[in-house]
Every structure is written in structure tokens, then in C-alpha cells.
């Protein structure tokens, strides 16, 4: 049973991946040809992998440097830079491409590009580089001090190979995240393959120009997943026994500490201080329109029942495929657990343009409502829910339940007072990420919104296409308001809750 | 002894996820006095031109705002079952679309006569309900009057790389697109069209093409008249510095874009759409349109357009049949060429 819903679940998630392939076979190796191997097709391909590169190289230095500072050097402050660092994900990345482009119009370069996406993205390296510093033993490389390496060499050659799969894994994060970035792109003007498929959409709604471009899209995700495994590599890195983790001794700066101090700053000005500058000024001296309150509270009040709603449903669709990877171990449920990941590995643009033709074409009566938009936002954001829900799975051993039923209490009731009661803590998390999320979703909501639903992130997007940045500034406001909660929570447990 | 707690499990998750949905469904219900319009013109013109409409017929109104060919393509895949009454562009082709699908019904003849018969086609299944130029924006300080190119045709020239904003993506350009195929054909278009693709930088909307040019960073852009005349209208907030010129001459650059207005032969509540085209197109809304700030032209027999816009038989606009306009012909040549 649980197994058949799980099942249900990847189908789902594989949805997508499905209609790119049935479309690709309904267009035939002609059409294939014509809209697929032709110049734009080039120009895409350029742009975008240009930007991946950079971004996952940016991120990683950026990432990767910081995580060191702040876990291994004896820079002041360290545990308010890890919280400024972490704060950047509270902006949404086409908020932040908002910020920049609205100060400096003529921002819309590669390197313009480059630099908003990773100072949106980089935290996505440094937070998983923070918690495998945390976990790493200093005794390793205390003896590799004391066999005479220097500091650098002990970062090179003990810590960094150590840091391989975390800053690998950040590193993919950040790649898959660039890939279906639009709306940063969009505004910045910086034409990827995610934003020429919503041009093709606009024009041609699902026509074969925009199935096809999303097709060579998600052939780029899939290559970049294969490429991350290939890269991590069979080394091991795991110690034979946990042991007792020596005292960290944090390593000396000295003359170093004033750079330092001055690449962090000048880091969170950039990542934090800048957009947050930019909205503040914006929502003062904004002269595209006054303050709507009650738009701005209905919108609101849409985007967070949304939210809700999403949550629920995503976390519902979580429990079988997160129960089954810990209680039914063996290849069906691995298999089941990576279809919903890759399914959620394609980009929000290619789910909502399958969502929206299966809809029309399979279930008119769902076609248009809210349903879709929530199964589109449950396929994006599954991950998130199913890491935390099998973590509390994992915790909670079956041995309660045994005894509770050797006591005589009936199936419902077990579930009811002791299954759901120790799973509620991972269940709530995985809740929490969802709705956060969805919050500030804006790809898939564009296209898959119920007639005369708004939610913040389209009524941003509509002001700020339209260049009224005052009138946007609002409701980017409320949505950095709404995710800082997760940011804090995000800083004080780097291990935990970090996945697409 | 697991087994049934699983099983339980499962159905309250489904449960769960029934009860998220449901509760969900219920905010897209319509009635039977509500009418679902696809609408691609902008917000505040479509909003002020109805205005009323509710209160005197009982009629509720839901809008779908997008994209003109995105709304067309919707409704053709949509097919019967469309949940669009009424459709209204922001530019004729895509309402074409529909036509040459049969998709539309025939409109009342006196709605028909409440507008002149060059904003409307001979097949009576739309109407128009405003109008809109094709303008050259430019910045004076850098792109002096004398350097003015004749015709829109001039831009796909080398001399121009560089130089010229374009908003490709959008359905504005792309019907102005759709009159240079009308007029000069389909060679003359592709040249023209990879002249473009080299000289033009692409942005996302005509304000943001404005804004480029008022800021220098190109010399000239192709976009609609109201865009400039609102911005002056707020005290040139964003194109202070920038100028319009006008093609004239019957060049096609001087093309008169219709909005449209049509009646989906698939709706069950064909009098309700009947009546709200009839009212969008009325003297009086026209007149609303002409004195509100979105500044396009009203095409209702009689009304005069805002007094701030040259008059419409001044403007030299290319005589071209609004049921003519190619929507498909143009997403084809725009892929080709790679402006899409």
C-alpha cells in the first residue's frame, strides 16, 4: 500500500521528464532538427553554461572562503558573520536582481549577471562547507601542523578533500538553481534557456518551440547530475570510530585579520546591504504608485494560503516515499526516492509547461485551478519535505509501536498516538521549507496561477516588468519578511534542510 | 503486526492531501453571472473602459491577464472547453488566430457599426476596441533630427548595429512584425528581421526599451506612441530626454495596431459577452478611454482621442487589413532568424 502510494508519488514527480520525451517523439526528428540545431539554440547554449560555470566558480570561492573565516580562523565575530552570510537567502534572487538593476540600469552584463546570481546562490556553498568543517575532526589537521604542513597546505590537501562532497553537492545546488533561474535573468536581461522558453511561451503558449528548448534544458540538468556523481567520486572519507573530536584551535590571522574582515564586509554589503538598501529606498522615495494596503494584504493573504496548502499536500505526498527509504530499505524504494528527486531537479518553467498541457488534455476539469499549481509546486519542492520526514523516520524506531500494539492498541490508534507524535517534529520542518519555498515562487506560479489569482511574487513581477519599482518594492518587503524565519533557522542548524 | 499502522498512515496522508486540494478548488468556482476574460491589454485601460459594467448589467467580470499570442495559443488548446467568454488583444493578429480557427462568434451588427470600419475586419467576428502607433523613440541629444532614418526598413542596416532596442518578446513588436510581412512580404520581412537580430539589443517591454533610449544607451527604439505620452503625462519620470518620431508616409513604421475584441463560440453565456463587447466598444467607454491616462486612440465612431495625440488622419498610417495580420507566419520567421 504504501509502497503503491509512493509509487504514485514518483509518477508524479516524473510528469514532466514524461512530457518532454512524448512531445520530442511528437515532434519528430525533422522538427527536432529545425528547432533545436539552429543559431539562437548556440547563442542559449553559450550564455548559459557561461553563467553556470561562473556562478558554481564564484560560489565555491565565495563559499568555501567564508565557511573557512568563519569555522576555522580566529576572525572576530565569527558567529555574526554566519549569520550575515546565511541572510542572503532571505532575498529571493529576483528580488536581489531587482535591487541591483533598479540602482545601476546599465547592470545588465554577463558580469552583472554573474554577480547577482552568485551573490543570491553562494550560501548554498557555504552553508553545507560550514557544517563539513564542523564535522571534521581538528585532530587531523593538527597532525598535519605538526608533520610540518603550512596552512594553506593543510587546507589544500587535509580539509579541502574532505570538503569534496558537501562543497560538490553545494556546488550542484547551485548549478541546477542558475539553470532554472528566471526571474533574475529576465529582469538583468540576460537571455538562458529558462528564459527563452517563457518568450517561447509567451508566444506561442506550449507550441514545439518552447517544448523543444525546454527539452535541451533538462538535458542540461540531467548532465549536470550525472556529471556531480562522477565527480564525488568513491573515496572514502567516514573515521572508523566517531571518537572524541579534539578542541578546535582556530588558526591566527595576524596582519591578515584587517583583509579579512574587509572581504566579509564587503561581501555582505554586497549580498545583504545592497538589496535591502535598494528596497528601502524604493518603498521611501517610490513614485510609481502609493501604498495599496488592501491589494497588498489580499496578495498576502493568497500567497500564504497557498503556501499552506502547498505544505500540507507536499508533506502528505512525502510521507510514504520518506517512510519507505528507512522501513522498507532495498532497491524499490531507493528507486522511488531518486525518481522524485529528479524529478524535481527540472527547472519550474518546464513542470508548469507540462502541467499546464496535461491539464488541458487529461483532467479539463482540473485545468485552470488550484490543484495543478499546488502538484507543480509539490513536484518542485518533494526534496525538501522527504529529507526531513526520513530523518524522522530514521529517529523513531519501530520498537514503539511494537510495544504499543503488544498492549493493545488498535492501528489507528498507534498511528494517531505514537507514530505521528514522533514524526511531528520532521513533518513541521519539512512543512516549513515547503511553505517557505512557495512564498516566493514565481516560475511556475506565472504560468500555472487560477484566473484572477495573484500571489507576492507575480504582483512583484508584474510592477517590476513594468519598471514601477516603487510599486514592487512592497510586496518584495513582505516576501524577504516572510522567508528571514528560515534564514535564522538555516544558521543555527547548517546540517539540516538544505536541499533543492 | 506494522502493516494496518502503515495503511492508516496512508490514507490520512491521502486525506490530508484531499482535504488541501478541496479547500483550494473551491476559490476558482464561477457562476452563471460571471464572465471569464482573457485579456491581453493592459490592466488599467481594460479596467477603466468597463467600468460600470457591472453595476448596470449584474454581470460579474474575471479577468485572465497575459500575453496576446500566449492567451490565442491558450484558447486554441482549450479548444471547446475554453473557459474564456470573451477575448480581448492587445494587437489584431492573435484574435486572427482565433478566427481562422472558427473559434469566434459573430458579433452584433450594431455593435459592429458603433466602430469605423478600418478598425475591424470584413468577417465580423471581432472589432476593434482601441488603437495604437508605431513610433521611433530616440534621444535627440544623441540621435539629432537629421540622422532620423526614412523608414523602419533602414534599421536592419549594418550602419545601425548596435544601436537600436527592440522588445522581441513581446506581442507589441510582433504585430508590427506581422504589418511589415502584410506589406512588403515574406523575403523582404526575413532580411529585415536579421537585420534587426544583429543591429538590435532585445529588452523585455517598450518602457524598458524607452528608458534605454531616454539613458543613451541606444540611439533609437521601435515601440508604441502611449508609452512616451503617459511618461509625459507623470512629468517624463523615465524618458525626460527622449523624443518621438513618427514614420509617416504610409511606411510601416507608421503602422496603426488594433486591439480586438471577440466573443468565444464556445461560451454558454454568449448575450453576457455580447453585451460587454457592445459596451466596450459604446461611445461612452470610448469616451473614457479618450479622456483616461492610458492614452491610446479610441476607434468609436464619433469620439475623438485624447487632445494630446496627433489626430489619427495625420499620423500616415499604412493601409493594412487588421483581418490580415500573420500571427503564425511571424513566430516562424522571428525562431528562423533567432529573435525567438
Known amino acids: ?500 | 503486526m506494522t502493516t494496518p499502522a502503515r495503511a492508516t498512515a496512508a490514507a490520512l496522508s491521502a486525506l490530508a492531501l484531499a482535504g488541501g486540494l478541496t479547500a483550494c478548488g473551491d476559490a476558482g468556482a464561477t457562476d452563471a453571472e460571471t464572465l471569464t476574460v482573457y485579456s491581453a491589454q493592459h490592466e488599467s485601460l481594460v479596467r477603466t473602459m468597463v467600468e460600470g459594467f457591472t453595476e448596470e448589467t449584474g454581470i460579474e467580470l474575471e479577468f485572465r491577464d497575459g500575453n496576446d499570442a500566449e492567451l490565442a495559443n491558450q484558447i486554441v488548446q482549450e479548444g471547446e472547453a475554453s473557459p474564456a467568454d470573451v477575448f480581448l488583444t492587445e494587437n489584431s493578429p492573435s484574435i486572427d488566430v482565433l478566427d481562422r480557427e472558427g473559434l469566434l462568434a459573430p458579433l452584433d451588427q450594431a455593435t459592429l457599426d458603433q466602430v469605423g470600419e478600418q478598425f475591424r475586419p470584413s468577417s465580423g467576428t471581432w472589432t476593434g476596441f482601441a488603437a495604437r502607433s508605431t513610433v521611433l523613440v530616440h534621444n535627440p541629444a544623441q540621435l539629432p533630427e537629421a540622422e532620423l532614418p526614412a523608414s523602419i526598413m533602414d534599421l536592419a542596416d549594418p550602419a545601425w548595429e548596435g544601436r537600436i532596442g527592440i522588445a522581441a518578446g513581446g506581442a507589441d513588436f510582433q504585430a508590427i512584425v506581422a504589418a511589415v510581412l502584410a506589406l512588403r512580404g515574406e523575403d523582404a520581412t526575413r532580411a529585415w528581421l536579421e537585420g534587426l537580430e544583429r543591429n538590435a539589443n532585445v529588452y523585455q517591454s517598450n518602457t524598458a526599451v524607452m528608458v534605454a533610449a531616454d539613458e543613451g544607451e541606444i540611439d533609437a527604439g521601435v515601440m508604441y506612441h502611449y508609452y512616451w505620452y503617459r511618461d509625459q503625462a507623470e512629468n517624463g519620470l523615465k524618458g525626460d530626454d527622449a523624443a518621438l518620431h513618427l514614420f509617416g508616409n504610409g511606411d510601416p513604421g507608421a503602422f496603426l495596431s488594433v486591439s480586438g475584441a471577440g466573443v468565444l463560440a464556445s461560451s454558454d453565456q454568449q448575450e453576457a459577452a455580447q453585451q460587454l463587447v457592445a459596451y466596450l466598444t459604446a461611445p461612452e467607454a470610448q469616451q473614457r478611454l479618450a479622456e483616461s491616462t492610458a492614452l491610446e486612440y479610441a476607434v468609436g465612431t464619433g469620439v475623438a482621442s485624447a487632445e494630446v495625440l496627433p489626430p489619427l488622419d495625420t499620423i500616415g498610417a499604412p493601409a493594412v487589413d487588421p483581418g490580415s495580420l500573420d500571427q503564425d507566419g511571424v513566430t516562424a520567421l522571428m525562431q528562423e532568424v533567432g529573435l525567438l
Open chain 1, 1 to 500: 500500500m504504501t509502497a503503491l502510494l509512493a509509487a504514485a508519488v514518483a509518477a508524479l514527480a516524473l510528469v514532466p521528464l514524461g512530457y518532454i520525451v512524448t512531445a520530442t517523439v511528437d515532434v519528430g526528428w525533422s522538427g527536432v532538427a529545425e528547432l533545436v540545431f539552429r543559431p539562437r539554440v548556440a547563442d542559449l547554449l553559450w550564455n548559459t553554461t557561461r553563467l553556470v560555470a561562473g556562478t558554481v566558480a564564484v560560489c565555491l570561492v565565495l563559499g568555501v572562503g567564508a565557511a573557512w573565516l568563519v569555522e576555522r580562523s580566529a576572525v572576530p565575530g565569527r558567529r555574526v558573520w554566519h549569520v550575515l552570510l546565511v541572510a542572503p537567502l532571505a532575498v529571493p534572487a529576483f528580488v536581489n536582481s531587482y535591487a541591483w538593476i533598479s540602482l545601476l540600469p546599465g547592470f545588465d552584463t554577463y558580469a552583472g549577471a554573474l554577480l547577482v546570481v552568485s551573490l543570491s546562490y553562494f550560501p548554498f556553498v557555504y552553508l553545507p562547507a560550514v557544517a563539513a568543517f564542523r564535522g571534521l575532526d581538528p585532530a587531523l589537521e593538527d597532525t598535519a601542523r605538526g608533520l610540518g604542513l603550512s596552512t594553506w597546505a593543510v587546507f589544500r590537501r587535509v580539509q579541502l578533500p574532505q570538503l569534496r562532497v558537501a562543497v560538490l553537492g553545494g556546488g550542484l545546488l547551485v548549478a541546477l538553481h542558475v539553470l532554472a533561474e528566471f526571474g533574475a535573468l529576465a529582469m538583468l536581461r540576460y537571455p538562458t534557456f529558462t528564459t527563452a522558453v517563457y518568450d517561447q511561451y509567451r508566444a506561442t503558449f506550449n507550441g514545439p518551440g518552447a517544448t523543444m528548448l525546454a527539452g535541451v534544458l533538462v538535458l542540461l540538468c540531467l548532465v549536470l547530475l550525472l556529471a556531480e556523481i562522477r565527480l564525488r567520486g568513491s573515496r572514502r572519507y567516514a573515521r572508523t570510530g566517531a571518537g572524541a573530536a579534539r578542541r578546535l584551535r582556530p588558526v591566527r590571522l595576524g596582519a591578515l585579520t584587517g583583509p579579512a574582515l574587509l572581504a566579509l564586509t564587503a561581501l555582505v554589503a554586497l549580498a545583504l546591504a545592497v538589496p535591502l538598501g535598494s528596497l528601502a529606498r524604493w518603498m521611501t522615495t517610490g513614485t510609481s504608485a502609493g501604498l495599496d494596503v488592501a491589494t497588498l494584504a489580499t496578495t498576502t493573504g493568497t500567497t500564504l494560503a497557498l503556501a499552506a496548502a502547498a505544505a500540507v499536500a507536499t508533506t502528505a505526498l512525502a510521507l510514504p516515499t520518506g517512510w519507505l527509504a528507512v522501513r522498507r530499505r532495498g532497491p524499490l524504494a531507493t528507486l522511488l526516492e531518486r525518481s522524485t528527486y529528479l524529478g524535481s531537479a527540472v527547472p519550474a518553467i518546464v513542470i508548469a509547461l507540462a502541467l499546464v498541457t496535461v491539464s488541458i488534455r487529461a483532467v479539463p476539469a482540473l485545468y485552470q485551478t488550484a490543484p495543478v499549481l499546488l502538484a507543480a509546486y509539490a513536484i518542485l519542492f518533494l526534496p525538501r519535505a522527504i529529507v526531513t520526514v526520513r530523518a524522522a523516520v530514521e529517529q523513531s524506531p519501530p520498537l514503539h509501536d511494537d510495544v504499543a500494539a503488544s498492549l493493545g492498541a488498535s492501528a489507528p490508534s498507534r498511528l494517531w498516538r505514537v507514530t505521528l507524535p514522533l514524526l511531528a517534529p520532521g513533518i513541521g520542518a519539512g512543512a516549513a521549507l515547503v511553505f517557505l519555498a512557495v512564498v516566493t515562487e514565481l516560475t511556475a506560479t506565472l504560468l500555472l496561477a487560477p484566473t484572477g489569482t495573484t500571489t507576492l511574487a507575480t504582483a512583484f513581477w508584474s510592477a517590476s516588468s513594468a519598471l514601477e519599482y516603487g510599486a514592487a518594492a512592497p510586496y518584495a518587503v513582505v516576501m524577504v519578511l516572510l522567508s528571514a524565519p528560515a534564514t535564522v533557522l538555516l544558521s543555527r542548524d547548517a546540517r539540516r534542510g538544505l536541499t533543492t
